[in-house]
């Protein structure tokens, strides 16, 4: 150690100047030390190198001595110097990490980038930076320590970026000129790029050797055999990468240290925030608050604000602490406070001051930064000026006087006599020493007060202007001074520093992610240059293209897509294959450099398989073109009939003159169409020749061939680029070219040994590509596509499914998807999808399983295009399943439902829709057959035992598509349909059903098939407002449908309903509300045909059903019939306002009073119907019930009718204009008025009534309503005849015309009651018990006594037997059957 300690005390001396020969024994002395300290260094065993006091030696002497001998002019000591560094590195780096850092930062980088250091110099650190390149651990380690320290500078990237530069020739400058020769600056350039791909290079083989290190660890821990590659692939070069290449990327490698990744990410934030100061001050400090760095402490500013080494802008600072805002002045202060000026001189302690940002331009903000610079130099030195005054006005000189004398702009400068007399009596009142004044001058003078980046500055102008080798060799002198005693400081500081860094060792291999991360830009930058701007195969572009390869192995390696995608597609940009240039030797070694990468980095290529792949499509073209051979578009020219002449003309250009149009690539992703004259003809055809003769196409058969051999992932990417390749290539119609699309058949083909999950996920990429190939405009692409299609599926349907699988289903949903939900797709494509899977359910139908479901539905699609070809082969095939495969549909229910109901909705044939109907009743029975036999084991018809199914689903998908093809405009369908449905009902309703699905059943089937026939029979405008209009059916087809079709299918609907529940009563009685809810939504529609027919339906299902129903049911009827008089009452007649001038519009439209003037008229009728054939079975409070509803419409019918001229405005408003009487509701009030007196004569004779409430309460209401008629009939015949002996008396006059009306209006009122007084209301009071009609007497006698005087003869015989049969026997007088009626109510004896 002593000895040691010597040797470097002795390669510290300073060498004399030189002086001819005395200077060769020092400079042999000193050379000799170097040697020797070189020899213990290198050849120094374990126990010096673990010694303490010897890594002190090193440190503090060994490295200083490197410092000063690193600089030196003489090679051979500046050599051995760069050997010693370089052991140091190797074997004591773990123990000086402070120094290596400042050596390669203050010596190394700023030799290099030096303008003024020699070519000897450069070359020496070149190859020092080589060597370290060669160790991939050296260069990771130093990433890891000074890199991802937040604390340090980025050594690593600083050294990439320097040594990408000079590759790139950016440090070429004038300034160099002097120096280095061009051939010497070519072998700088050289060395540098070499020293970058050997990094590369050394970083792949250390990341092969960890992983297969890690790996074998793993299978000896597991007791297997490590894994052997199958394909054995190897690079070109002969590094085998294979290993790092695993599936996926995912390897048993050890994590990296999330102390690692956090501290780099922790300065990238740190940086990010540092530019976002130097732009706009207050965001950066918002953002460095955020990420934690500073906190409102203003102290923390200040701390920030003197680490010089973070790259803040010193302009921003000073203009910052400037501000005159409390935090501003606080961070000032904060910073201010933390200097200690204590024993200095007011001159250094302002350099210092001033040194950490630079002075604001406005003077307020400086008189504030110096006055409490002035303050706390005071505090810190009491003695020196008499107050804080002097130091800030001596301090504000000393600024100024620097601007003075060192700005150019100022011609006369100040003496140092006018800076003694500017600054008299300033020390209070008192002069400072002129002696010190002066020196304060000098040292402005002589050093001024400047910034670091200044200096630098400078200097770098000095180094630019300097024109002599001697000028560049002295700067050199001074700059090399500079370096040894900053590094010599740096050293200094750093060791007193208390922080004890640790030194983080390369010991993982996804250290490399990060450190690739920060070199891949520069690397793919100097490549890419270096690369286009030279054609020295052997040498540069040699280098280029293996760096290439090397930054693409890695960025591939660790799924590092953005910096993969880059490189790989920088690379096939220079294949040229994508443009119309003439290729050289460089080209074609990149072509072959990319297709060694899809070769060797098959299983992380990722989405950058594209660039290969599409090289390779390329290079398939030119092999065709070079070859002579016939292009793809020869084979498949779009001769489509109906093309123009001007298009078939071009066509037959194309195809004379080989390829007219190219695709061009402008940039990634980006391309175009472009023209190619004759001469780039030409160009292409060379460059095929050079290609064919060049590259291999066995290599490009392996490629595909190993696919195989690609991981679950890789493959799908490989399929998905290859497809979007395809898809390129096909992109011009008239020229397509199918290479990629046959390469994509052919991966099909070799994979398909591959897991099911595994080809689901490129089953998914190569479907969508097929999918768009069969839609292509060129009809012969699309006939090609599916027949490729159909030769994976044959080959496919072979291998067994298991049950539950659905891959059969997926395989074939491209044929689906063609068929249903692709637009455009030709009628050819869609008729040769059709034949080619009839001939599979033909062929192949033992092993079809899941396929069914896609073979159903590809033949609904079929049968809804709507071509007849296409719909007849489908239907064909159908029918072969049923007939011979039955069972098939049975398991498929939904979806062969689904395809039979599209055939019958098909117009092609009406055969056709009916024979599908039948299919559809047949698969009804099936499914009951099948429904009853499953009930005891539980099970369902599809989804297997584990699926839960509600058991009307398969019965509503009968049940649906029969009421959908109701609707129908084909007569026989339609019938066939109404019918089918309903008689599937009535056949299987009572043994199928439960509750539930009948209820599912009538709000899923019979409602909607109601609302679907009410809707087209509406007007037109009100089916566009429903959004039910059927566009194949033109405006006159749906009027005629409507008016002829609509209401009988609407009957027959309703008939067939009410049939139904009458026959089902039983098991549907809780859906009686449902039905009269849709009774009453039919006779509540606003059309008159939909409202009778609606009638008519509950007219029926009364009589039908009325016997069958309980007290409960009648109950809800009568309710519903109560609602259905009030909701028709034509109240809108009543809101007319009465006027003499006919002048105005109606407020209401006039169809729907009429509609609803004529349900109550039905309703009416209904009633009576319904008591004749069903009063022993309504209960009584239900009669009551309906006796309230006629009387509502007597009686509103009676006031309107009262009401003569509210009717006569009526007629002039235009309501019922065509009639010559005035509108009047006579017939609703005598039908209603004649159904209560019959219902009420009824009740009250009925036996079972006597002795209840409710026959009193009949009796009642009979008895005031018996007598309300009669007065009214005997007042309006009195009125009547007053009327016609005053018309005879009075002449005409502008009234009587009003007065006529209204008297023919009371005169038909008159001749409508005679009927119902001599019929219903005499004929009843004659066959009322003797003791009611003795009751009620006082009050009937005198209106019978008027009737004998009325007009009508009938109504007064009527009287007569009245009174001979109940009043003649209160007067003792015994009526005889000679001078009484008979039963039939015949008079048998003259009054």
């Not at 309703?1054 to 139904?1060: E, N, P």
Request: charged share 25%.
């Amino acid at each position: 150690l002593l000895i040691f300690h010597y040797l470097c005390k002795m390669s510290m001396k300073d060498l004399p100047p030189a002086n001819g020969q005395t200077v060769s024994n020092p400079v042999r002395a000193k050379k000799l030390a170097l040697e020797l300290v070189l020899s213990m260094v290198q050849n120094s065993g374990p126990v010096i190198r673990s010694s303490e006091h010897f890594i002190s030696m090193l440190k503090k002497l060994t490295c200083v001595a490197l410092i000063k001998n690193s600089l030196s002019v003489i090679p051979k000591i500046f050599g051995l110097s760069l050997q010693i560094f370089m052991t140091l590195i190797s074997n004591f780096r773990e123990h000086l990490r402070t120094e290596i850092g400042v050596f390669i930062e203050q010596i190394f980088l700023r030799i290099l980038e030096s303008g003024n250091s020699s070519f000897q110099h450069k070359n020496r650190v070149l190859q020092t930076f080589y060597k370290l390149c060669t160790d991939a651990t050296t260069a990771l380690e130093l990433f890891l320590n000074f890199d991802c320290d937040v604390d340090e500078k980025n050594i690593f990237e600083r050294m990439v970026d320097c040594l990408s530069k000079i590759a790139q020739g950016k440090y070429t400058s004038l300034e160099h000129s002097n120096l280095i020769q061009p051939h010497q600056e070519q072998e700088l350039k050289a060395l540098a790029l070499q020293a970058l791909v050997t990094l590369m290079g050394s970083i792949v083989d250390w990341a092969r050797r960890m992983t297969e290190e890690k790996e074998g660890l793993f299978n000896k821990s597991n007791g297997g055999d490590s894994i052997q590659d199958p394909d054995g692939i190897d690079s070109d070069d002969g590094d085998d990468i294979r290993s790092i290449a695993t599936s996926g990327g995912a390897s048993s490698v050890v994590p990296v240290p999330s102390n690692i990744v956090s501290q780099k990410q922790r300065k990238l934030e740190l940086q990010i925030g540092v530019n976002k100061f130097n732009m706009k001050p207050k965001r950066g400090i918002e953002y460095l608050k955020q990420n934690g760095f500073i906190s409102d402490n203003p102290m923390d500013m200040a701390e920030l604000f003197q680490k010089g080494d973070l790259g803040l802008d010193k302009t921003a600072i000073g203009d910052y602490l400037g501000e005159d805002k409390p935090f501003n002045k606080a961070i000032l202060y904060a910073l201010v406070d933390s200097r200690d000026f204590s024993g200095q001189e007011l001159a250094y302690s302002l350099r210092n001051f001033l040194a950490i940002f630079r002075l604001p331009g406005e003077a307020q903000k400086i008189d504030r930064m110096m006055e409490k610079f002035a303050e706390k130099y005071c505090q810190d030195n009491p003695d020196v000026f008499a107050n804080a005054d002097c130091a800030f006005v001596l301090s504000f000189s000393l600024i100024m006087l620097q601007t003075d004398l060192h700005n150019p702009g100022v011609i006369k400068k100040m003496t140092r006599d006018e800076f003694v007399r500017n600054n008299r009596g300033i020390n209070n009142n008192s002069d400072l020493p002129k002696e010190y004044l002066e020196s304060l001058y000098e040292s402005i003078v002589a050093s001024p007060i400047a910034l670091k980046e200044d200096e630098e500055m400078r200097h770098r102008v000095e180094s630019q202007a300097a024109n002599s080798q001697w000028q560049k060799q002295d700067l050199f002198m001074r700059e090399s001074e500079s370096m040894v005693a900053k590094t010599a400081e740096m050293m200094k500081e750093k060791s007193k520093s208390s922080k004890n860094p640790v030194y983080v060792a390369a010991q993982s291999v996804e250290h490399v992610r990060p450190l690739f991360e920060v070199a891949c830009w520069p690397y793919l930058a100097t490549l890419a240059v270096l690369l286009e701007m030279s054609d020295d195969t052997a040498g540069t572009v040699e280098l280029c293209i293996e760096g290439f390869k090397h930054c693409i192995r890695i960025a591939a390696r660790f799924d590092m897509d953005t910096e993969r995608d880059a490189f790989v597609s920088s690379l096939a940009k220079f294949t040229y294959l994508t443009t119309v240039k003439e290729m050289k030797q460089k080209n074609i070694e990149c072509i072959k450099a990319l297709l060694s990468i899809g070769l060797s980095e098959g299983n992380n290529l990722g989405p950058s398989w594209q660039y290969v792949l599409f090289c390779i499509s390329q290079l398939q073209r030119m092999e065709l073109l070079g070859t002579r051979g016939k292009q793809d578009f020869i084979f498949f020219g779009d001769e489509e009939v109906g093309s123009s002449p001007q298009q078939q003309a071009q066509r037959s250009m194309s195809i004379k003159g080989g390829e007219v149009v190219k695709r061009r690539a402008h940039g990634l992703g980006v391309s175009a169409l472009v023209a190619l004259g004759q001469d780039e003809r030409q160009v292409d055809l060379g460059n095929s020749e050079a290609v064919v003769s060049q590259i291999d196409s066995a290599q490009i058969e392996l490629l595909f061939n190993r696919t195989t051999g690609l991981s679950s992932q890789a493959i799908v990417h490989f399929v998905t680029q290859l497809a979007r390749v395809s898809k390129e290539e096909l992109a011009l119609t008239d020229q397509p070219r199918i290479f990629s699309l046959q390469k994509l058949v052919e991966i099909a083909d070799y994979n398909m040994r591959r897991s099911r999950l595994e080809w689901q996920k490129m089953w998914r990429a190569m479907a969508k590509h097929f999918i768009e190939a069969a839609s292509h405009p060129n009809i012969k692409v699309c006939l090609y596509t599916i027949d490729c299609v159909r030769q994976l599926a044959w080959k496919f349907l072979d291998k067994e499914e298991l049950s539950m699988f659905q891959f059969q289903a997926d395989f074939l949903q491209p044929f689906e998807v063609l068929m249903v939900s692709t637009p455009g797709v030709r009628s050819e494509v869609k008729d040769h999808i059709v034949n080619i899977i009839a001939w599979m359910v033909e062929k192949k139908s033992s092993v079809i399983k899941s396929g069914w479901k896609t073979i159903f539905r590809i033949y609904k699609g079929a049968a809804q295009d709507g071509n007849e070809d296409v719909a007849t082969t489908a239907f064909r095939s159908m029918e072969h399943i049923i007939v011979n495969n039955y069972d098939v549909l049975i398991d498929n229910f939904t979806d062969g439902i689904g395809a039979l109901l599209a055939f019958g909705q098909c117009r092609c044939k009406v055969e056709m829709s009916k024979k599908s109907i039948e299919h559809l009743l047949q698969a009804a029975d099936n499914l009951a057959v099948k429904a009853a036999a499953s009930v005891a084991s539980k099970e369902v018809l599809e989804g297997g035992p584990n699926t839960v199914r509600h058991p009307a689903e398969h019965w509503l998908n009968i049940l649906r598509g029969l009421s959908t093809l109701v609707s129908d405009q084909r007569r026989d369908v339609r019938a066939a349909a109404l019918n089918g449905l309903f008689d599937c009902l009535q056949k299987h309703g009572s043994s199928s059903f439960d509750e539930d699905t009948w209820r599912l059943v009538f709000n899923t089937v019979i409602k909607p098939l109601f609302d679907d026939i009410h809707c087209q029979m509406q007007p037109g405008e009100q089916q566009k407002q429903a959004g039910a209009v059927d566009t194949s059916r033109s405006e006159g087809t749906a009027a005629s449908w409507a008016a002829s079709m609509g209401p009988p299918t609407c009957l027959q609907a309703l008939t067939a309903l009410v049939r139904l529940f009458n026959e089902h009563l039983e098991s549907m009685s809780f859906l009686l509300d449902d039905v009269l809810k849709l009774i009453r939504n039919c006779i509540n529609h606003d059309t008159e045909a939909i409202a009778r027919i609606g009638v008519e339906g509950f007219k029926q299902l009364l009589i039908l059903s009325g016997k069958k129903m309980d007290d409960a049911c009648w109950k809800k009827v009568t309710a519903c019939i109560k609602q259905l008089f009030a909701g028709s009452m034509p109240k809108q007649l009543m809101c007319v306002e009465v006027s003499a001038s006919g002048e105005g519009e109606l407020p209401f439209r006039k169809d729907d009073v009429v509609i609803q003037c004529v349900v109550q008229l039905l309703l009416i009728d209904m009633l009576q119907e319904t008591m004749r054939e069903h009063y022993d079975n309504i209960p009584p409070e239900s009669v009551l019930a309906l006796l309230d509803a006629l009387q509502g419409s007597y009686e509103f019918a009676q006031e309107f009718n009262q009401q003569i001229e509210l009717r006569q405005t009526l007629k002039r408003l235009g309501f019922i204009r065509e009639m010559r009487q005035l509108p009047g509701l006579l017939k609703q009030e005598r039908e209603a008025l004649s159904c209560s007196l019959k219902v009420l004569f009824q009740v009250q004779g009925d036996p079972k009534m006597q002795g209840t409430h409710y026959a009193s309460k009949a009796v009642e209401r009979l008895m005031k309503l018996c007598c309300m008629v009669l007065r009214n009939y005997v007042n309006k015949e009195r009125i009547i005849g007053e009327q016609h002996a005053q018309a005879a008396e009075q002449p005409a006059d502008a009234n009587s015309h009003d007065r006529e009306a209204a008297q023919v209006e009371m005169e038909r009122e008159v001749l409508g009651l005679v009927p119902i007084i001599s019929d219903v209301v005499m004929g009843g009071l004659r066959d009322l018990r003797q003791d009611q009609f003795a009751r009620h007497a006082p009050e009937l006698f005198p209106l019978l006594c008027d009737l004998t005087v009325v007009n009508s003869y009938e109504v007064r015989e009527k009287v007569r037997s009245v009174l001979l049969v109940q009043v003649g026997p209160m007067l003792g007088f015994q009526a005889t059957e000679a001078s009484g009626e008979g039963p039939g109510g015949e008079s048998t004896a003259s009054c």
